[in-house]
């Protein structure tokens, strides 16, 4: 048997690391994802200059400066306008559909997700996917003073999605969260809550987590972060290595100051056969599914789990008629350490698995560039995949505070039948019907701690954040604690789960928890 014509394949792929130190001779954003871009189109086989002009459609994600306002806040150095336009120029393409995808980095993964449907339902024939993001560069430029001339002004159709739903409400802004740093250690310490792990104890455990990638990292010719360094050195809070927000140090967290690029170029079964692309090189999506957690943090079931991820992991493997066990290759998100231990909790796999949990070696080793990483993770796996036929990799894709995600289950081997995506909101609807603790934003009176973390400046404690429960009905707050050097040495140095203490409204008009 053969495929149908209409099933959506992947055809290209390829990413782009920039080294150049001198600002000045160094890429803008959007000619960072040219560069990937043409090292795609390339990977297909054919001549890019004279394929890049049968794309129809042309999807960026979007670059983290574009992603906190509404309009894009002003960049120092000038912008492009329209990023596919600024892409296309430069690969000679003219798409009939210029997209600017939402905030998050599970923008990649759902992006092929859509595409795929698109391409067989055959509103698409070619489409081209990049991202990329230059913030080592512009670094190195506002330090030296330099001024760079990144501003473009394409003509041509866009349309922009804009930066998706907010994630945080004001209420929690107020108290800290909002902020990926300060809020993913929330996850880690109800975590380790789970596991029954002192402080000391699970500083171990995420350096064993972490010391594979770093190996993973140091092999990989596109990392920028790529020191081998021990489960003991990950663990060590140094110097060099100091907390950010507690408990994870440095060299957990995601490091976004990189120049990277990657792209993947996707068609029909049909298109590819007919413009005389190798069937070696195609690689079919087997199994895809998105779902998202419940908005807001404060509203989480709670936060050592992820529904959304066991649910939409669920139905990508699902309609792949695969299992966990069926995964030869791994890459789940990892912007911090709860992002993939929550994710091997939800699909049942332990966190030192023989098949490794990573293909570039993270968001901390390999670089972390902006909502475009999972690209990496997909250009990374499509020539594995290509070296072994009936191999099968997945793929997990996480935007905002474990907020978004997406799943992609690929493989050389062929689909056969009919490609067929289920509808993204029955699984959101799911999700959206599991029951909420309550919220209350003026709590007062006894109360327990749910979790907890201290906000670092410069490796030095300046801020409590605890999300606590009433005694008296359970419901959820989110407070702060004082700010004393003695309170704020008590949160670093003892157990603080399930802490008893009081809490009501501070002189700020701020929720503040005592012990």
């Known amino acids: 048997m053969t495929p149908e014509d209409s099933t959506p394949i992947l055809i290209g792929a390829g990413q782009f690391t920039g080294r150049e130190i001198d600002p000045l001779k160094a890429h803008s954003p959007m000619g960072l994802a040219a560069k990937a871009a043409v090292a795609a189109l390339a990977d297909t086989g054919l001549d890019p200059n004279q394929f890049a002009q049968a794309i129809d459609t042309l999807a960026v994600v979007r670059i983290f400066p574009d992603s906190f306002n509404r309009p894009r806040m002003p960049n120092p150095f000038g912008r492009a306008e329209n990023p596919p336009r600024a892409v296309a120029r430069r690969l000679g393409a003219n798409p009939e559909r210029a997209i600017y995808g939402h905030v998050g980095g599970n923008t990649p993964q759902t992006f092929i997700n859509e595409m795929a449907q698109r391409i067989s339902e055959g509103e698409v024939g070619v489409a081209l996917i990049t991202g ?20 473009e002004d394409d003509a041509g159709s866009l349309e922009d999605r804009g930066i998706g739903a907010t994630l945080a409400s004001a209420h929690e802004f107020a108290h800290g969260l909002g902020v990926p740093v300060n809020t993913y250690p929330l996850f880690e310490n109800a975590l380790r809550g789970q596991l029954g792990h002192s402080v000391d104890e699970h500083l171990r455990y995420m350096g064993e987590l972490l010391a594979p990638f770093t190996e993973v990292a140091a092999d990989n010719p596109f990392s920028l972060y790529g020191t081998r360094r021990s489960a003991t050195e990950l ?28 792209a993947v170029v996707m068609t029909s079964v049909g298109r590819a056969r007919d413009i005389g692309i190798d069937p070696a090189r195609w690689i079919f999506l087997h199994g895809c599914a998105e779902a998202s957690e419940k908005r807001l943090v404060s509203d989480r079931l709670d936060y050592y789990s992820s529904p959304a991820i066991r649910l939409n992991a669920q139905r990508a493997l699902a309609m792949a008629g695969k299992t966990v066990n069926d995964i030869n290759l791994f890459d789940f998100y990892s912007c911090f350490p709860s992002a993939v231990e929550i994710a091997c909790r939800e699909l049942g796999i332990a966190v030192n698995d023989a098949r490794g949990l990573t293909l570039t070696g993270g968001l901390p080793f390999f670089g972390g560039p902006g909502n475009n990483y999972s690209m990496h993770a997909i250009a990374t796996l499509v020539p594995k995949l290509r070296a072994q036929p009936t191999a099968f ?42 029951p909420s603790p309550r919220l209350t934003e003026t709590p007062t009176g006894e109360a327990r701690v749910e979790t907890y973390t201290v906000v670092h400046e410069r490796g030095m404690p300046v801020r409590g954040i605890v999300i606590g429960r009433l005694l008296a009905d359970d419901s959820r707050f989110v407070a702060n604690t004082q700010d004393d050097e003695q309170t704020l040495a008590q949160l670093l140095g003892e157990e603080m789960l399930n802490r008893p203490g009081l809490v009501g409204a501070d002189v700020n008009g701020l929720n503040l928890f005592t012990f």
């Open 235 to 262: 663990a060590q809070v140094s110097a060099e290595n100091r907390f950010i927000g507690f408990p994870y140090p440095k060299w957990m967290n995601a490091m976004d100051g990189v120049d990277q690029a990657a």
């Open 132 to 151: 990329s993001e230059a913030i080592k560069t512009a670094q190195r430029a506002l330090r030296a003073g330099l001024t760079l001339d990144w501003q």
């Open 393 to 434: 990799g997945l793929i997990t894709a996480n935007g905002g505070y474990l907020s978004k995600h997406a799943t992609g289950i690929y493989s050389a081997t062929q689909v056969l039948g009919e490609w067929k995506r289920e509808d993204p909101a029955r699984c959101q609807a799911e999700v959206d019907a599991m």
